[in-house]
């Protein structure tokens, strides 16, 4: 019986798998709730796809930096009707400058994988990856935020040139900036000793 299930496998055509690349990818946004958000969520957590809260205001969750692109925009008043302009760049950067009645700012879009929290919503974590559950989630950082983000990431590649980006879980949090009368989130990332698993290296090698 073995047998002749096996024969009749072998006479079934392989069923089609999806083309993609690495930018078909649909990461939800992440987004830091400040006081006047429109996002359902306590002030202060990070939430992902404005749906579900990954980690609250003075607690840190785990995370996984896999993929991070640096850039350079228009930095426009809250509320202007069109999109500030960006580039991808430094020379593109000087030009854009010289061109644009705004000033201009560094930004970066960095996606990370949040392993599932002990309560975590399930709906939340949809991804297998080795024995674990995550999140997969980009986040768009600029001024403050670029600089508690991106920057800490690039300081931790310049003393480890050789390791990839996803070497180690990070720590994430978000912390409160208040500078005279305004005060607003960031969100935070901090590099832990835990060495991430070779599931997710090999995950992220496939995003390059």
Same mark, same amino acid.
Request: glycine share 4%.
């Given at each position: 019986?073995?047998?002749?299930?096996?024969?009749?496998?072998?006479?079934? @055509?392989? +069923? @089609?798998?999806?083309?993609?690349?690495?930018?078909?990818?649909?990461?939800?946004?992440?987004?830091?709730?400040? +006081?006047?958000?429109? &996002?359902?969520?306590?002030?202060?957590?990070?939430?992902?796809?404005?749906?579900?809260?990954?980690?609250?205001?003075? !607690?840190? *969750?785990? /995370?996984?930096?896999?993929?991070?692109?640096?850039? $350079?925009?228009?930095?426009?008043?809250?509320?202007? @009707?069109?999109?500030?302009?960006?580039?991808?760049?430094?020379?593109?950067?000087?030009?854009?400058?010289?061109? !644009?009645? $705004?000033?201009?700012?560094?930004?970066?879009? &960095?996606?990370?994988?949040?392993?599932?929290?002990?309560?975590?919503?399930?709906? /939340?974590?949809?991804? +297998?990856?080795?024995?674990?559950?995550?999140?997969?989630?980009?986040?768009?950082?600029? =001024?403050?935020? %670029?600089?508690?983000? %991106?920057?800490?990431?690039?300081? %931790?590649?310049?003393?480890? @040139?050789? +390791?990839?980006? *996803?070497?180690?879980? $990070?720590?994430? =949090?978000?912390?409160?900036?208040?500078?005279?009368?305004?005060? $607003?989130?960031?969100? !935070?990332?901090?590099?832990?000793?835990?060495?991430?698993?070779?599931?997710?290296?090999? %995950? /992220?090698?496939?995003?390059?």
């Amino acid at each position: 019986m073995k047998k002749q299930q096996e024969e009749v496998l072998k006479t079934i @055509p392989e +069923a @089609p798998k999806l083309e993609y690349s690495a930018d078909d990818l649909n990461a939800p946004r992440l987004n830091v709730v400040q +006081a006047t958000s429109k &996002i359902a969520g306590e002030t202060g957590a990070l939430v992902i796809d404005k749906m579900y809260t990954l980690v609250l205001h003075e !607690s840190e *969750c785990k /995370a996984v930096p896999i993929k991070a692109i640096k850039g $350079w925009r228009e930095d426009t008043p809250f509320g202007h @009707p069109e999109m500030p302009r960006q580039v991808f760049s430094e020379d593109e950067s000087k030009e854009l400058a010289k061109d !644009s009645e $705004w000033p201009v700012v560094k930004f970066a879009e &960095i996606m990370f994988l949040f392993p599932k929290n002990e309560g975590g919503d399930e709906d /939340a974590y949809p991804y +297998a990856i080795g024995d674990e559950f995550y999140a997969m989630g980009k986040i768009n950082v600029a =001024k403050d935020a %670029f600089r508690h983000t %991106f920057e800490r990431l690039a300081t %931790f590649q310049t003393f480890n @040139p050789e +390791a990839p980006l *996803c070497e180690k879980y $990070w720590k994430f =949090k978000t912390e409160l900036l208040t500078r005279g009368m305004n005060s $607003w989130f960031v969100p !935070s990332i901090t590099p832990t000793t835990e060495g991430a698993p070779d599931e997710i290296k090999a %995950f /992220a090698s496939r995003l390059a």
